[in-house]
């Protein structure tokens, strides 16, 4: 047996990592590295140093031992840059304009960076603040409330525009003293942030934690860990689940199937679409649990999966709760009796009954050009306005529409034969007869004659 943490170093000692990872995931840590690249010469743009982010890239990309290695590289080169230029001040310390210049880029990149986040903070501190004390104390609120305070200073001085307050006058500060305040930045606001999302939206919340996790999973010891987890408890439930990227793909296909639009005064296309929501929320769960089994190069080809899957979730939950109401009185509609008309398990305790000569076939069931009108039996033949024959004696009958699916030397529906091997069936010939047999799972099996 090899385990998942043996493969990967195996392939990653062969090279063979590389092969797994995406190039959408290549690209856009050149796009990183090019607009870190720009914020250390004044005047540039990370347009400008693409070219140079793509050979910096694929210089790591080529040295690296592993996935882990080639991020942890491109950290440790990028982090040490920033101590270059801050230490040195720019490409020519005499020149006096050109340090101004660049202190003043290097600021507006601080405000570009964080600006956003302080105003968040600045709007929804106080209601975050009142929360906390609610349920966690005065000590912590005021911990909280000191720290939003703080924040919203260091705003106004970085020239960031917050409604109600009057803006302070720009320091000029030097390149040391804002290297100090981003340091400073960058370890509290992610913090006081998340904090008052939490309070604020909860959506929002669970978005950004959902992409912290994802870029966790992309570290090799991370998803190896979780993997081996996912296999031992799939192995101790003998479940068939497969972690594998075809199963990704395919779950991702099914997330996004449109939703069938329910026509109007159709009350069968409202269960229709309901059933297709459900499906797809059985797709997004499985599509999380078969993300988390997968390796870390192998999660570079579904970027933003735990995300886009928490939202396909939340989407259609909230559609099957505006419809909640009408599927409801429509399951739990009662007979004379007080009986439940529509029960899921008669499916299979009970038969279908229904009163002799009380079979009307439908138009769209009458294909084969071979048989004339004719030829059919009187109990099948269409109903016109001519017939004139004396109609069942019971009144409430039950009445079976019926249509060819299949038919020999004709194109079937484009959709029919996808389902058909999704539910593995199986096409049984018997002489003359012809059924279709579908399992669907441990549950039940269906056939269609």
């Known amino acids: 047996i090899i385990t998942t943490s043996t493969m990967s170093e195996a392939a990653a000692a062969g090279g063979d990592w590389r092969k797994s990872i995406a190039q959408s995931y290549r690209s856009g840590q050149v796009r990183s590295i090019a ?36 991020r942890k590289i491109i950290d440790k080169k990028i982090n040490k840059l920033k101590k270059h230029y801050a230490k040195k001040g720019g490409v020519d310390e005499e020149n006096k304009d050109l340090i101004r210049e660049k202190e003043l880029l290097f600021q507006k990149a601080i405000r570009d960076e964080y600006g ?11 209601r975050a603040v009142q929360v906390t004390r609610m349920t966690s104390g005065e000590q912590k609120a005021k911990v909280l409330k000191d720290h939003c305070d703080s924040l919203k200073k260091r705003a106004l001085q970085l020239g960031v525009q917050i409604d109600g307050e009057a803006p302070l006058p720009r ?53 190896n860990i979780l993997r081996k987890a996912l296999q031992d408890a799939a192995d101790a439930d003998n479940s068939t689940q497969q972690l594998t990227t075809d199963q990704m793909k395919l779950l991702t296909d099914l997330m996004n199937v449109p939703t069938p639009i329910p026509r109007r005064n159709q009350d069968a296309d409202q269960v229709r679409a309901a059933l297709s929501r459900i499906e797809k929320m059985r797709a ?8 988390c089994g997968l390796t870390a190069e192998e999660k570079t080809s579904f970027p933003g999966s735990l995300k886009k899957c928490s939202a396909i979730l939340k989407e259609n939950l909230l559609a099957l709760g505006k419809d909640h109401s ?8 009662k007979d004379e009796d007080g009986n439940p008309i529509i029960k899921l398990e ?14 009307v076939q439908s138009a769209a069931a009458v294909e084969d050009d071979d048989i004339t009108a004719e ?22 009958r039950m009445v079976i529409s019926a249509r060819v699916l299949l038919t020999p030397g004709r194109k079937p529906i484009s959709k029919l034969i996808p389902e ?3 539910k593995s069936a199986v096409l049984i010939k018997n002489g003359t007869v012809s059924s279709i047999r579908m399992e669907f799972g441990t549950a039940f099996e269906m056939t269609i004659y």
């Open 35 to 70: 607009e870190e690249l720009a914020t250390f010469e004044p005047g540039a743009s990370a347009d400008s140093k693409k070219m140079l982010a793509m050979k910096f890239e694929d210089s790591i990309f080529k040295a690296a031992s592993s996935m882990d290695d080639y």
């Open 116 to 126: 956003a986040k302080l105003i968040y903070i600045a709007k929804h501190s106080d």
């Open 171 to 223: 320091l000029n500060h030097d390149m040391a003293f804002l290297t100090q305040l981003k340091a400073s930045l960058d370890t509290i606001v992610d913090t006081v942030r998340s904090h008052v999302v939490k309070v604020e939206d909860a959506n929002l919340f669970l978005e950004e934690q959902l992409d912290s996790a994802d870029k966790k999973l992309l570290n090799s010891k991370n998803s």
């Open 284 to 291: 997004s769960t499985q599509a999380i649990l078969t993300y």
């Open 326 to 333: 009408y599927l409801f009185e429509d399951v739990e509609e």
């Open 346 to 359: 008669d499916a299979w305790n009970k038969h279908l009954q229904y009163a002799d000569e009380t079979v």
């Open 375 to 396: 030829d059919e039996p009187a109990n099948k033949r269409q109903k016109t306005d001519e017939d004139t024959s004396t109609p069942p004696a019971e009144t409430n």
């Open 420 to 422: 058909l091997k999704k």
